[in-house]
């Protein structure tokens, strides 16, 4: 970047006095030819506005150090609330537990009626002959499929923190898929602010998957914890504004949905279709979309 005489404009704007800060530290020899050439109220100019830059980012850097310094202790707060059970319990572990036959309704505390509510549900299900609709990643049910929907920004932050946490003012966001809003809110949870800025201007599930991998700060056992509460969110969401897929979910009444992938979390853990009239006992993979589905269908039909 060089800055010609001609081109300095009377008085100086921010504009030049920046290019010329740039041109110092990459051309000096041209900036000091440029700089004999000033006149002592440009210069006076210059300096003023060199001041005043130099302030304002002086002032940026402490204001992100203050949001890196607050994004840390509310991680920590996350970390250590998994590790002591603090944060209570979560979908995903009544899921675990559906799945221990070892595991009673009696054993269970009832400090979360709800999650005890599903676990009698789901338990009750598999005592029956159940039976099974399988999906998989090309059907409208699965995370990729371009389903938009709107959602809040963010399920962990309260709406008034918003701008101090994440600097977004917005409380609503659209998401074009259950894939989008499931990583934007991951990003969100380790309050990688650039990662979830990318993934919601990114609409190409190859490129969303390149994007998760390289979330900032990601703790499994802090995402484990939130992971399922987050897909639900989005699922439920996701077929409350969109009445194409209730018409598609009242098809499956009476059926457990299955998600036929080789994801050991999401999908039964098999190749896609192979699942098909395998046993749940012998499935690799937890199934927890599937399950998450299940209950969504059943909480928004009345019934199973």
């Not at 603090?86 to 505390?109: P, R, S, W």
């Not at 701008?163 to 990583?183: A, D, I, M, N, P």
């Not at 609409?203 to 484990?224: G, M, T």
Request: hydrophobic share 40%; with cysteine; aromatic share 12%.
């Amino acid at each position: 970047m060089i800055v010609k005489f001609e081109e300095i404009t009377s008085p100086i704007t921010a504009q030049i006095v920046q290019q010329m800060m740039q041109m110092e530290k990459e051309h000096p020899q041209a900036w000091n030819e440029l700089w004999v050439m000033l006149s002592r109220s440009q210069i006076r100019q210059y300096k003023s506005l060199r001041r005043e830059i130099a302030s304002n980012a002086r002032a940026s850097e402490l204001e992100k150090k203050s949001q890196d310094k607050l994004h840390a202790e509310h991680l920590l707060h996350y970390q250590i609330g998994v590790s002591r059970g603090d944060l209570g319990c979560y979908i995903e572990f009544y899921f675990d537990l559906v799945n221990d036959a070892q595991v009673k309704t009696e054993h269970l505390t009832y400090d979360a009626p709800g999650y005890v509510k599903l676990f009698q549900q789901f338990r009750e299900i598999q005592s029956l002959d159940e039976t099974f609709y399988y999906f998989d990643s090309k059907h409208a049910f699965a995370f990729n499929a371009d389903v938009s929907f709107s959602a809040p920004t963010s399920l962990f932050i309260e709406k008034n923190l918003l701008e101090q946490y994440l600097g977004v003012s917005t409380t609503e966001t659209t998401f074009q898929s259950l894939l989008q809003f499931t990583l934007y809110q991951k990003a969100n949870l380790f309050f990688d602010l650039q990662s979830a800025s990318s993934i919601l201007s990114e609409a190409d599930n190859s490129q969303l998957q390149l994007l998760n991998a390289n979330i900032r700060c990601f703790d499994e056992a802090v995402w484990k914890h939130f992971r399922s509460e987050v897909v639900y969110q989005g699922c439920k969401q996701r077929f409350l504004q969109n009445q194409h897929l209730i018409t598609q979910l009242e098809k499956t009444r009476g059926q457990t949905l299955a998600y036929s992938s080789e994801d050991p979390v999401w999908g039964t853990g098999l190749p896609n279709l192979a699942s098909n009239n395998v046993p749940r006992v012998y499935w690799e993979g937890k199934n927890l979309l599937g399950q998450i589905l299940t209950q969504v269908r059943i909480e928004l039909l009345g019934e199973y």
